[in-house]
């Protein structure tokens, strides 16, 4: 029989669910069917995981036979539906007219409104008197756009730049390709050019000086770096010491005991942070040192990082973020399911049931593998199974949709600002709320309000908009880290037999 609390959370699941697809076929639908479609990549890459966990709630357990064959059946329709975006956006190419002609015809058309406009422009520049960007270079920035660009209908002075409002001809990319080309022939390197959306939802370039681009860490950042990787080291000693029933500060010589498992702790650290690095090298732009964040209970809860150079497009954000997550997340994985095939009884840690339900996926995939073994009180679990679930946690930590967290950069990279500031705050008043139950929530809490509250710089192209395959791969990381994090509820434990 289902209890009360069983049927409260699985109502709320599907409501998320529901709220989720919903929210995605609402921005696709003005797209027509290529957004149609698109939607249904990331209906498709979320289906296998929404069917187990729905079957696994009613206590219907599926076998990794027919887990696979589900995987494998949706990468097919994947790539299928992938094909046909392809199809239709050649299709589109093909049909799109020329967008020449169409600026010849304006320009003859609206020849009086150019006038208008332009003289406008001689008046408000005399106005600007104070323009923090010279007046010689005001000009020739101004030479670089054209009717079939960029269409200067307001100069506004910003900063130690300047806003341009007008109106966008073309397609985004190739537009801003050319604008920055032509900004870099007349003044070199001394400015950069942004593609923005104005708070009206309208594209405007906003023009700043590239003395203000991000700056390299100092000395003091990179001692910094270092003393917190120093601790981290030695809070992953205490944590597997703690595992295996000593204190590490007051009995170091045991050092060789805990020593596998700090190796296999940082793993998963070093390969979340050597896919940051990796892509960020592959995309040319520069990724800071790790500021490793020490933790008594778990080793570490993984890293801060900072990018010191600005990002071009929204891309480029998400596959720098989401690498790092993608590779911790995928090596912690194949730890624990290695370990819980290689667990049986006689293992080296001998677990209480409970561990098993402060996950929904440890859970369901202990409950999968080891069978009627998580009746028991205590189940025998093999060293990889713990490591395992110790880097499930700290990626799925950093999932968290907030600030400059991977989970954060990869929502505002998908979603744009907006959603991601929201999501920020949500997100924080959801840890404060937990942190009545779980004091873990409020050093999150801090930790976000005072290093990562702030979201991520705007891209130099922040209007072309990522992929839909990005955004499925959104929708799952932010999936994964919610069934790492959220226990399961003790009626939905019971029926499982975990710890009957």
Not at 18 to 31: D, E, H
Not at 43 to 54: G, H, I, N, S, Y
Not at 83 to 96: D, F, G, H, Y
Not at 376 to 398: E, F, K, M, R, Y
Request: with cysteine; aromatic share 10%.
């Amino acid at each position: 029989m289902y209890t009360t609390s069983e049927n409260t959370t699985t109502i709320i699941v599907a409501l998320i669910a529901m709220g989720i697809l919903g929210w995605g076929y609402y921005r696709a639908r003005p797209y027509g069917k290529t957004g149609i479609l698109g939607w249904l990549q990331s209906v498709v890459l979320m289906t296998p995981w929404l069917v187990f966990f729905v079957l696994f709630a009613a206590g219907i357990y599926l076998n990794l036979v027919l887990i696979l064959f589900m995987l494998v059946a949706c990468t097919g329709l994947y790539i299928y539906l992938g094909w046909q975006l392809r199809i239709i956006a050649a299709q589109e190419t093909e049909n799109k007219p020329d967008i020449k002609p169409i600026s010849n015809s304006l320009q003859e058309s609206s020849s009086e409104e150019k006038t208008e406009l332009v003289n406008r422009e001689e008046k408000k520049e005399e106005t600007l008197e104070f323009l923090p960007i010279s007046t010689e270079d005001l000009q020739k920035v101004k030479d670089i756009f054209g009717i079939d660009t960029f269409f200067i209908t307001e100069t506004i002075p910003y900063q130690e730049g300047a806003i341009f409002k007008g109106n966008l001809r073309g397609d985004i990319e190739k537009v801003y390709t050319k604008l920055s080309a032509k900004l870099a022939e007349k003044l070199g390197d001394r400015y950069r050019l942004f593609l923005l959306e104005s708070p009206e939802a309208k594209p405007v370039v906003i023009l700043l000086p590239s003395k203000n681009d991000p700056l390299p860490a100092t000395t003091s950042q990179k001692i910094l770096a270092v003393i917190l990787l120093l601790a981290t080291i030695a809070t992953s000693f205490e944590a597997g010491g703690l595992l295996l029933g000593f204190d590490f500060f007051n009995q170091p010589m045991r050092y060789q005991e805990a020593l596998p498992i700090v190796i296999g702790l940082w793993i998963v650290l070093g390969g979340h942070e050597i896919a940051h690095q990796v892509l960020a090298k592959l995309h040319n732009v520069r990724f800071s040192w790790p500021f490793f964040l020490p933790a008594w209970q778990i080793g570490s809860f993984g890293s801060v990082n900072r990018f010191e150079s600005i990002l071009p497009n929204r891309k480029v954000l998400f596959d720098v973020a989401f690498a790092g997550p993608a590779v911790g997340g995928i090596i912690s994985l194949a730890m624990l399911l290695g370990g819980l095939l290689l667990s049986h009884e006689g293992s080296l840690f001998q677990m209480p049931s409970e561990f098993f339900k402060a996950s929904v996926l440890v859970g369901t995939l202990a409950r999968v593998i080891l069978g009627p073994a998580v009746h028991q009180s205590i189940v025998d679990i093999h060293p990889l199974a713990i490591i395992g679930w110790l880097g499930l946690v700290i990626t799925a930590i950093n999932l968290m949709p907030a600030g400059q967290l991977d989970g954060g950069r990869i929502l505002q990279a998908i979603y744009g600002r907006k959603v991601a500031g929201r999501a920020t705050l949500f997100t924080f008043i959801v840890l404060v709320f937990a942190s009545l139950v779980n004091p873990l929530a409020l050093y999150w809490a801090i930790i976000i309000l005072v290093l990562q509250r702030n979201l991520e710089r705007p891209c130099l192209n922040e209007l072309v908009e990522p992929d839909d395959g990005r955004a499925g791969l959104c929708l799952l990381a932010l999936f994964f880290a919610i069934a790492t994090l959220f226990p399961l509820t003790p009626g939905l434990a019971g029926r499982l037999g975990i710890g009957s």
